[in-house]
């Protein structure tokens, strides 16, 4: 009983990988805890008295919740299809900047990060008030340590497409001039909507030390792989148009920035940087050949 409704998922789950189906989850886990219920009622480990009550309770529960997955993908889909237009051109001058080596990456990371916040909230709504201290850094015998970053003046007229540029008197609020920088807007100011780790992630990239690897798409898993084992990992700016449109999940494209940036600072955490580089790397030279070898060949999908 229990393997028919995962036989359903299962083909269902496959015809499009793509595609999320929160009611067809909630259905099966309720089969299947009915099932494993009553199998307890039947051997006497589950008194039937108020059984039926707390089934009904049970999937009432999961269909709300499948109803309030959907209704909140529903909103955050809208929200990326308003949104989406106005993004669309102040990204493709941000790229542009940075291909020009204008800009660099962590102000790359930056300006995408502001941009749709002023896009979201107007303008200067992005900010939260000034920060009493900036971001810590890193020791640096617990990361891999770069080259630190340069980061072009907020005055630069060319930043105008991306962001649109702060005024004497918001300068003044968050302890700036005309002659500060992209890096020095993030270490001064409270971002709207936005984790403390960001910051903390943005302000140790400039400093080189944060090992990130700035993509403008979604890596494939093996190259995911390939930069743990050698202590890099990605940030990925999405800006095409099929993404600025697309709810990952629960994400659109901003949260997945953020997502990666919070898997960078989980990276570092508690001085465990090299155990996990380690690890990777044992799973790109030992495991990765013998997926490639034999597990992916005898269980495909499966495995």
């Keep these: 009983s ?22 067809l989850r909630s259905a099966f886990l309720s089969a299947v805890l009915v099932l494993l219920v009553l199998s307890l009622q039947l051997i006497g480990i589950v008194p039937f008295g108020g059984l039926a009550a707390s089934l009904a309770a ?8 499948a109803r309030g997955q ?14 989406a237009p106005l993004l669309r051109p102040r990204f493709a001058a941000l790229r542009q900047l940075f291909d020009e080596g204008s800009v660099s990456a962590p102000d790359a990371c930056a300006l ?3 941009a749709f916040l002023a896009v979201r909230f107007g303008r200067g709504g992005w900010r939260a008030g000034r920060r009493r201290k900036p971001p810590p850094l890193s020791p640096k015998k ?10 072009a003046p907020l005055a630069d007229k060319r930043l105008e497409a991306v962001l649109e540029p702060l005024t004497d008197r918001e300068l003044t609020k968050l302890g700036l001039d005309e002659g500060s920088t992209i890096q020095d807007l993030v270490i001064a100011a409270r971002l709207k909507q936005v984790p403390e780790h ?4 943005l302000a140790n990239y400039y400093a080189g030390l944060r090992p990130l690897v700035l993509l403008w798409r979604v890596p494939s898993s093996e190259e995911v792989l390939n930069m743990l084992a ?4 990605c940030v990925s700016a999405l800006i095409s148009e099929q993404a600025l449109h697309t709810v990952y999940g629960h994400r659109d494209c901003l949260e997945m920035l953020l997502h990666d940036m919070a898997h960078m600072e989980h990276f570092v955490d508690e001085g465990r940087y090299w155990q996990q580089v380690g690890f990777f790397e044992f799973l790109r030279s030992t495991v990765a050949p013998m997926h490639e070898g034999q597990w992916l060949v005898a269980y495909g999908n499966r495995w």
């Design 2 to 23: 229990i393997m028919l409704p995962l036989g359903y998922y299962r083909r269902c789950s496959h015809r499009d990988q793509s595609v999320e189906l929160p009611w």
């Design 58 to 65: 049970t999937c009432a529960g999961t269909a709300a919740k």
């Design 70 to 83: 959907d209704s909140k993908h529903e909103r955050l889909r809208l929200r990326a299809e308003s949104e």
């Design 112 to 114: 995408y990060i502001l």
């Design 142 to 151: 617990c990361v891999l340590v770069g080259s630190p970053f340069s980061s």
């Design 198 to 201: 960001v910051s903390v992630c």
């Design 230 to 233: 050698s202590g890099h990992r």
